[in-house]
């Protein structure tokens, strides 16, 4: 299985910061054949749903800020918030679908500082 | 409203079952694939099971392989899950998800658009 490892495990920003979460991969998430990165992120706050917010490791979701970014390619990705606000405190998670045995980081907790 | 709703999680002893249902609405249901994903308190997320739109291919997370079923029912815009043998360390939130696409299985995956809410599954005696 591919491994997903997040960092850091939480995270504190002050209000207006940047705020910069990092995922690797065990092994590439790069598909040659479409030049594609196969990596989501999501956003997940305490008793809601988890919300989709970047896949292709940099396309943003739907109704998502353009104060989210995603970045990277082969094994090392970038989830990056420009300016915090307050309702951006979540769990924040990756998530790989080069391979079917679908697999996440272990989230990264994001706080106000 | 596009959403998903899961029901059926709750307290059972180790060794016994559960059925988790998920029931899907606005959003035409027997054209995407599902999956069941799930959270240990205090963990990440963890893949538990896949289905194909009309249930000609599925697969398991080797965790559940041979005591978890995942199924289907178009008409029913419903998706279940069938969990016998429960352990401990199947304790989680049971989260359903929505694929991008029909097919699961090939040779790559899509990412999830659509998540619900989660039911509880705890295993204790």
């Known amino acids: 299985d591919i491994v997903m490892t997040q960092s850091p495990d939480s995270l504190a920003v002050s209000l207006g910061e940047r705020a910069t979460i990092n995922c690797k991969s065990s092994?590439?998430?790069?598909?040659?054949?479409?030049?594609?990165?196969?990596l989501a992120w999501y956003q997940h706050k305490p008793g809601q749903p988890p919300k989709l917010l970047i896949y292709?490791?940099?396309t943003r979701a739907s109704g998502v800020p353009d104060r989210f970014s995603g970045s990277g390619s082969g094994t090392d990705f970038t989830l990056t918030i420009s300016s915090l606000q307050a309702e951006d405190v979540a769990v924040y998670y990756c998530?790989?679908?080069?391979?079917?045995?679908?697999?996440f980081g272990q989230g990264t907790k994001l706080e106000i500082k | 409203e596009v959403q998903l709703v899961e029901s059926g999680g709750g307290l059972a002893q180790p060794g016994r079952s559960l059925r988790l249902s998920c029931g899907a609405s606005?959003?035409?249901?027997?054209?995407?694939?599902m999956h069941w994903v799930r959270q240990v308190p205090g963990k990440g997320l963890e893949w538990v099971a896949g289905?194909?739109?009309?249930?000609?291919?599925?697969g398991y997370a080797d965790s559940v392989r041979g005591r978890f079923t995942i199924s289907r029912d178009n008409a029913k815009k419903s998706l279940y899950l069938q969990m016998n043998s429960l352990r401990a360390d199947d304790t989680a939130l049971y989260f359903c998800?929505?694929?991008?696409?029909?097919?699961?299985?090939?040779?790559?995956?899509?990412?999830?658009?659509?998540w619900g809410r989660g039911t509880l599954v705890a295993v204790s005696s």
């Open positions: 998530h790989q679908y080069y391979s079917t045995l679908y697999t």
């Open positions: 289905i194909g739109w009309n249930s000609g291919s599925i």
């Open positions: 998800v929505k694929d991008m696409v029909g097919y699961y299985g090939d040779h790559r995956g899509w990412y999830f658009d659509l």
């Open positions: 092994q590439s998430v790069l598909y040659s054949s479409n030049n594609r990165n196969y």
């Open positions: 292709w490791a940099s």
């Open positions: 606005g959003f035409s249901f027997d054209d995407f694939a």
